[in-house]
């Protein structure tokens, strides 16, 4: 389902944040990217939604060379994607609702869809009572669970979470983390960049660990070893 | 798939984000505003410096001074050959014995030229055309026709005496006012145009503020899978509310400012009242300002997006 084949990032100044990097990720897959910071593990993620481009190597997404979409079609390529950011990166300006609503708005969806799967992924995030309220008026952990509802609503193929709970405190993360795992459930591939141990650990899924740009060990059921 | 589904939430989240970023909405609309202000005192400007440089050359003229003897029918003959030259605006006949009331008029206080006058008994003044051009600079044409009338002399001894271009003070007046009211009117188009200018840099670079505000929300949008348009169109919308209501608010100010100045203007310059003025010709104003801002906001706005959407 995705692939990456061989791929290297080398910035302008000369540093190498990705060094041939191959693997593939099989659907319905719970896939977690560990590493310290700095090991390439956001470098690779950006690839699949090409807010970067690869120095070498290709990025494959449902036989799609990622890279080769041009700017004008790649949001089509990002609806199947779905994504939450470290620092939830919710649209100030919208509140709780709109801002799931979004998502369905841009990707052209009918009125009455948005009616009614918004209500229910704020159900399912457990938010429906903050449905009007403003992101600066969430904790971390509600904006958290904000944006995976909205990376959700359009039922993509893949969830990336990039560190998602790199900003929360050790409820809202397990919370967060077991939000993951439930849509991992209801079949949607899920790839979870962290340097959490105690998640990698309560997880019991495939990991994937990254140090200076490289792949260093790939476990089908891994703990979180560095 | 533009449909009207999509236009509803264009402009729906394009009033939101207005009301919303209504800081950033208030201040772009005063810049704005003073921007059109700007484009519509130029413009006033403009009319006013048209009418006074037209007052002044309307003051430019060339007589023809005819002899004493010169029959009134050749005299009459000549001004409808003038009034058919394509330079030619208007001619105006003065005969003999009204240059004498005229002159008899000017010197009514002066007894030693009145008697001087009445020792000649006759009358020593010839018949005048006046002529005025439509421009200052077809003057000389005119004075070269009349010069070629006065050498072919209609058979006989020409009826004209003088024509006041060729003397040395009446041409350089001439000239000289032709100067300055081509150099004014290029000087004041010059300032004119670097004011808009100005002004208009100044709104586009406060239009690109408040959208570079709005640059990880245009990046986050793009991830989550909106497409360029999309994103683009309600800033656009954004931008024509700022130049719709600043272009507004200009129209209101102008009456009362045009208002206080009308009198003011019409005894300084050529007999334009401003406040009339911008009355009788509201609708030129209305289009020209508020197509302004709504095209400079529409402009800037879908530029200023665009940097942003590179990802």
């Not at chain 1, 958290?144 to 509802?149: E, S, V």
């Not at chain 1, 959700?152 to 397990?174: C, K």
């Not at chain 2, 009204?98 to 009514?108: C, I, V, Y």
Request: no cysteine.
């Amino acid at each position: 389902m995705i692939y990456y084949d061989r791929v290297g990032k080398v910035y302008a100044d000369n540093s190498i944040a990705l060094e041939d990097v191959s693997f593939s990720v099989e659907p319905g897959e719970f896939i977690s990217i560990v590493g310290h910071s700095g090991a390439g593990k956001t470098t690779l993620v950006k690839m699949l939604l090409a807010e970067e481009k690869p120095s070498s190597g290709s990025v494959f997404f449902e036989s799609i060379n990622v890279h080769e979409v041009p700017m004008n079609r790649i949001n089509h390529l990002r609806r199947k994607i779905g994504t939450v950011f470290q620092d939830f990166r919710l649209l100030p300006q919208k509140t709780a609702y709109e801002n799931i609503a979004f998502a369905m708005e841009a990707a052209g969806r009918a009125e009455e869809e948005i009616h009614s799967d918004v209500p229910h992924v704020l159900d399912l995030v457990d938010l429906t009572d903050k449905a009007n309220n403003f992101p600066d008026e969430l904790s971390g952990g509600e904006q958290q669970r904000i944006a995976i509802a909205r990376a959700i609503v359009n039922q993509p193929d893949v969830i990336i979470a990039d560190e998602p709970t790199g900003n929360l405190d050790p409820v809202n993360t397990f919370e967060i983390v077991q939000i993951l795992k439930k849509i991992n459930d209801l079949g949607t591939t899920v790839i979870l960049t962290t340097h959490n141990k105690g998640v990698i650990d309560a997880l019991k899924k495939r990991v994937i660990t990254m140090d200076r740009g490289k792949i260093i060990r790939d476990d089908r059921e891994g703990k979180y070893i560095l | 798939m533009f449909d009207s589904v999509i236009l509803k939430r264009i402009l729906r989240a394009g009033f939101l984000d207005f009301w919303r970023n209504g800081f950033v909405s208030l201040a772009s609309i005063l810049v704005m505003t003073v921007t059109l202000f700007v484009v519509g005192t130029t413009l006033f400007a403009g009319v006013m410096l048209n009418s006074t440089l037209a007052t002044l050359r309307d003051k430019a003229d060339v007589t023809v001074y005819f002899t004493t003897r010169a029959p009134e029918e050749q005299i009459l003959q000549l001004q409808q050959t003038l009034q058919t030259l394509p330079q030619v605006e208007a001619v105006t006949y003065t005969s003999a014995e009204d240059a004498l009331t005229a002159f008899r008029n000017r010197h009514q206080n002066d007894q030693l030229t009145l008697q001087a006058l009445q020792e000649l008994g006759d009358n020593p003044l010839g018949a005048e055309l006046d002529i005025k051009a439509k421009d200052i600079s077809q003057y000389d044409a005119i004075a070269q026709f009349l010069q070629q009338q006065q050498q072919n002399g209609g058979g006989g001894a020409s009826i004209i005496d003088k024509i006041n271009y060729f003397d040395q003070q009446h041409r350089q007046a001439l000239d000289r006012l032709q100067e300055i009211t081509d150099s004014a009117g290029r000087i004041g188009l010059i300032i004119i145009l670097i004011l808009v200018a100005v002004t208009i840099a100044i709104s586009f670079n406060t239009l690109r503020l408040a959208i570079y505000t709005s640059r990880e929300e245009i990046q986050v949008m793009r991830l989550v899978g909106a497409g360029q348009f999309y994103i683009r169109a309600p800033f656009m919308v954004e931008g024509v509310l700022y130049g719709l209501i600043s272009g507004i608010i200009t129209l209101l100010l102008l009456y009362p400012v045009t208002y206080w100045m009308g009198e003011a203007t019409q005894n300084f310059f050529g007999g334009i009242n401003v406040f009339h003025y911008y009355l009788s010709h509201f609708f030129v104003f209305f289009a020209i300002i508020i197509g302004t801002g709504v095209l400079l906001g529409a402009v800037a706005s879908y530029l200023a997006v665009r940097r942003y959407l590179k990802i």
